[in-house]
């Protein structure tokens, strides 16, 4: 038997961290038996189904690297198939046609509560055999009116749901529109799904839909229900968490695949391990090491392997990514030092790649922001002669590389008889527009002789104008 896993979102929203790790659950099985992973979209709903949030999905499969086997498919190119089953339902006695007006389902459901019952379809058409008239009709399946509905889910373990707690599932609406639980199950079959691994929202969807392939005399998918992702306030995740769309999280700044490393743990685990590549989460991905305990989203350890990446990974591959961020803040990043360069000196320094473009941006522009807290910390008149005599010492550096720059700084520390900090943060500050930066020695030898004497020089200037106006 060939696995085949599929991801089956549903087109009314942004690709949500949920549905990745529901996707990414789904990746992993499929390639740790070398089956096939299947994208379908499910835009039946169409009200709420946009061409934007399609591009949405297929983008963020995309920065991800989840490539899909086959597809994508779509639910609203099957309708004829969908209706091409109804009809055989209805032909085996296995369905039938419903003409029940919204006010008679309203005042039933209105009753049933009233008596503290469960809502459900009292069946009510079901043996009238109704044929087509000018009325309004939907297409309910004949759900079994005995028995019992039992399966063995892969985390949940067994599950068993009476058919009498189970009522007559529309299959067809009266606009045409073929209902969840019968396209889905139409999908699976036609699809050839060996395993349905979605969120536990669907649990209660399982047993309908066991009854489906049953009556279709299919061979049921096996079934695996993740449980949910809260947020760490113990609430459903949702925007108020940050962020939603998962390409959100590349706007944050953080690389893909420390994203995907951080939800395979969320509800996975493999021991203690925390870190995985790609090819490890293949290799050791198994449902039975899925917890049935809800996860909680957490931003700063998603951070923490995000910065694992930016340290470890290549810095080619690093700076190709970073290269987006500047990118989009309009920086031409060939006005300013090799982009591996800045990840060699930044990656320890910042949490993801989109703080690392903003804490680098004085790298490559010709103007820069001043902190004027910095600014009347460290370029005080007392520094004025030490840094006027360090410009002097710079200007005349013919090999603009750190040891030469980190030599004149010790020099005009020695010579003035003050601490090396005390002129290394003015020049900081001068030359950065703030009393952050990486090691001044690296600071200097990537903003390039150039930069480092023009915004010295104009720090020097707006510090004699201070010293004059003070005296």
């Known amino acids: 038997m060939t696995v085949r896993t599929r991801f089956a979102p549903s087109p009314t929203g942004f690709l949500h961290v949920g549905g990745v790790r529901t996707a990414l659950f789904s990746w992993l099985y499929?390639?740790?038996?070398?089956?096939?992973?299947?994208l379908r979209i499910e835009d039946t709903d169409q009200e709420r189904s946009t061409k934007e949030s399609v591009q949405a999905i297929l983008d963020g499969m995309e920065w991800l690297g989840m490539d899909y086997d086959e597809g994508p498919f779509f639910q609203t190119e099957r309708y004829t198939r969908y209706h091409e089953v109804a009809q055989q339902f209805l032909n085996e006695g296995k369905a039938y046609r419903c003409e029940c007006s919204k006010e008679r389902l309203e005042d039933l459901r209105t009753a049933q509560l009233a008596a503290k019952e469960?809502?459900?379809?009292?069946?009510?058409c079901r043996d009238k055999n109704l044929p087509v008239s000018d009325k309004p009709f939907v297409i309910r399946f004949k759900n079994?009116?005995?028995?019992?509905?039992?399966?063995?889910?892969?985390?949940?373990?067994?599950?068993?749901?009476?058919?009498?707690?189970?009522?007559d599932l529309i299959l067809v609406r009266s606009d045409g529109h073929p209902t969840y639980n019968f396209a889905v199950v139409i999908d699976d079959i036609d699809m050839k799904?060996?395993?349905?691994?979605?969120?536990?929202d669907h649990i209660n969807n399982t047993p309908r839909q066991i009854n489906l392939f049953q009556a279709l005399n299919a061979?049921?998918?096996?079934?695996?229900?993740?449980?949910?992702?809260?947020?760490?306030?113990?609430?459903?995740?949702?925007?108020?968490?940050?962020?939603?769309?998962?390409?959100?999280?590349?706007?944050?700044g953080v690389l893909?695949?420390?994203?995907?490393?951080?939800?395979?743990?969320?509800?996975?685990?493999?021991?203690?391990?925390?870190?995985f590549s790609i090819n490890e989460m293949v290799d050791r991905?198994?449902?039975?090491?899925?917890?049935?305990?809800?996860?909680?989203?957490?931003?700063?350890?998603l951070y923490w392997l995000n910065q694992h990446y930016q340290k470890n990974d290549p810095a080619e591959e690093v700076a190709e990514s970073l290269r987006w961020y500047f990118e989009q803040a309009g920086i031409d990043v060939t006005k300013g030092p090799k982009l591996t360069d800045l990840v060699a000196i930044q990656a320890e320094r910042c949490k993801t790649l989109a703080e690392m473009c903003q804490m680098s941006l004085y790298f490559f522009t010709d103007s820069i922001e001043y902190d004027?807290?910095?600014?009347?910390?460290?370029?005080?008149?007392?520094?004025?002669?030490?840094?006027?005599?360090?410009?002097?010492?710079?200007?005349?550096?013919?090999?603009w590389e750190k040891d030469h720059l980190q030599e004149c700084i010790n020099d005009i520390s020695a010579e003035f008889d003050i601490n090396m900090g005390k002129i290394a943060q003015p020049l900081r500050v001068a030359v950065t527009g703030s009393g952050m930066s990486p090691s001044i020695d690296m600071t200097l030898t990537l903003l390039g002789r150039e930069r480092v004497l023009a915004r010295l020089k104009t720090a020097l200037e707006q510090l004699k104008i201070r010293a004059q106006t003070n005296s």
Do not use: C
């Not at 469960?118 to 009510?124: Q, W």
């Open 193 to 200: 799904i060996t395993h349905v691994i979605r969120g536990d």
């Open 285 to 301: 991905f198994d449902l039975k090491n899925v917890s049935r305990g809800v996860s909680s989203f957490n931003y700063e350890k």
């Open 219 to 252: 061979e049921i998918p096996v079934f695996a229900h993740l449980p949910m992702i809260l947020g760490e306030d113990g609430k459903r995740l949702s925007k108020r968490h940050g962020a939603v769309s998962v390409l959100q999280f590349k706007e944050l």
């Open 118 to 124: 469960k809502p459900r379809y009292d069946g009510h």
């Open 30 to 38: 499929a390639k740790r038996h070398q089956g096939k992973f299947v």
């Open 372 to 399: 004027e807290a910095a600014v009347k910390k460290h370029l005080r008149p007392v520094i004025l002669e030490p840094l006027t005599a360090l410009y002097e010492r710079l200007q005349k550096v013919d090999v």
């Open 144 to 167: 079994p009116e005995q028995g019992t509905v039992s399966f063995h889910d892969q985390v949940y373990g067994e599950i068993h749901v009476a058919n009498s707690e189970l009522d």
């Open 256 to 275: 893909p695949h420390a994203l995907l490393n951080y939800l395979v743990r969320l509800g996975w685990s493999y021991g203690d391990q925390e870190i």
